[in-house]
């Protein structure tokens, strides 16, 4: 069902975009279930004539000016009509604009392994780097655990898909069946799962100690790879 912040967001790109608006979906947690309320992003993937202008993204800024509750974020990838790549997961996505998504902006098993595979290639650098920004994230701390804990979910996937779990319904899980996953696979990688996402969802967070998790989450991983 579309959420209210889902169908103010719709009218109001609908409203500067006009007929350029060939395609908007609604993607990532809010499709899955699985939020965290004044945490989690709205992700969109939004498809559009003649790629993104300054103009037009000035527009949409001061139009967006908006509360996006329970969503803290509004997160829009921005598809360009003329070069359609994937970007949408079979089963996991909420069409607000458009009828049908381009064959090519959905993913298949082959394409989420190579993406999957890209990821955790990536990983290690990745993990050098925040774990650096983590240590001296001080006064901008939450804007780095956000980052951090966008880095977990799509790791946590492109592990599974390299354990033999199905690529599509694994990018189109929502935290519980993953942590069933691992389950199958590593034990102590599902508890720091669990800890992971009964941090995010405590009445009074505690940043510091979510990090550290989500640090030693990913570390784990990229020990896989």
Excluded at 14 to 22: A, E, I, K
Excluded at 112 to 123: E, Q, V
Excluded at 182 to 194: K, N
Aim: hydrophobic residues 45%; charged residues 20%; glycine residues 8%.
């Amino acid at each position: 069902m579309t959420s209210d912040a889902e169908a103010r967001v719709s009218s109001i790109l609908g409203s500067v975009w006009g007929r350029r608006l060939q395609l908007l979906a609604t993607h990532g947690s809010f499709v899955a279930g699985d939020t965290f309320p004044g945490f989690s992003d709205l992700d969109m993937v939004a498809v559009v004539g003649d790629g993104l202008d300054v103009p037009t993204a000035t527009r949409c800024a001061e139009a967006l000016d908006i509360d996006l509750s329970p969503a803290s974020y509004l997160q829009v990838t921005w598809v360009d009509a003329a070069a359609i790549e994937p970007r949408l997961v079979p089963g996991s996505f909420r069409l607000l604009v458009g009828d049908e998504p381009p064959e090519a902006l959905v993913h298949t098993a082959v394409s989420l392994r190579l993406a999957g595979a890209s990821w955790l290639s990536d990983l290690p650098a990745l993990l050098r780097s925040d774990a650096g920004d983590w240590a001296a994230s001080v006064g901008r701390r939450s804007r780095q655990l956000r980052l951090l804990v966008t880095r977990t979910k799509p790791s946590v996937r492109a592990w599974l898909t390299t354990m033999g779990e199905p690529p599509v319904a694994t990018y189109a899980a929502a935290w519980g069946p993953l942590m069933n996953a691992a389950r199958r696979h590593d034990m102590g990688l599902a508890d720091e799962i669990q800890t992971l996402v009964d941090g995010l969802r405590a009445e009074e967070r505690d940043d510091l100690s979510i990090g550290a998790v989500a640090l030693h989450l990913l570390g784990r991983i990229a020990a896989h790879v």
